[in-house]
Nanobody, 124 residues
Framework: QVQLVESGGGLVQAGGSLRLSCAAS????????MGWFRQAPGKEREFVAA????????LYADSVKGRFTISRDNAKNMMYLQMNSLKPEDTAVYYC?????????????????WGQGTQVTVSS
């Protein structure tokens, strides 16, 4: 199995920055694509960003493009989400996800492994 643990969430003012981390353990060789999703209160979980195993390909939701940057360090089994110019509408629980297949996907069903989530709150 694969375990994913997020960290780095917190409270930040609008315009500020946060860096989320996702630590992978277990059978990490099963994980190819990785991604970030988020879920705000009363809303469905939505795609934020995804990255290929090599890190050479990335995909972003339009709402975060130009503000967020996804990256990974396979040697450390880590994935990151650098979030800049944060807005109140970015407030949500952010989840790390890993998929066994290689194609970048915006659909949650394509991911096999999930973390417990970390809260990000952006105040206005």
């Amino acid at each position: 199995q694969v375990q994913l643990v997020e960290s780095g969430g917190g409270l930040v003012q609008a315009g500020g920055s946060l860096r989320l981390s996702c630590a992978a353990s277990g059978r990490t060789f099963n994980v190819n694509v990785m991604g970030w999703f988020r879920q705000a209160p009363g809303k469905e979980r939505e795609f934020v960003a995804a990255i290929s195993r090599s890190g050479s390909s990335t995909l972003y939701a339009d709402s975060v493009k130009g503000r967020f940057t996804i990256s990974r360090d396979n040697a450390k089994n880590m994935m990151y989400l650098q979030m800049n110019s944060l807005k109140p509408e970015d407030t949500a629980v952010y989840y790390c996800a890993g998929g066994q297949w290689g194609d970048l996907s915006v659909g949650a069903a394509a991911y096999d492994y999930w973390g417990q989530g970390t809260q990000v709150t952006v105040s206005s």
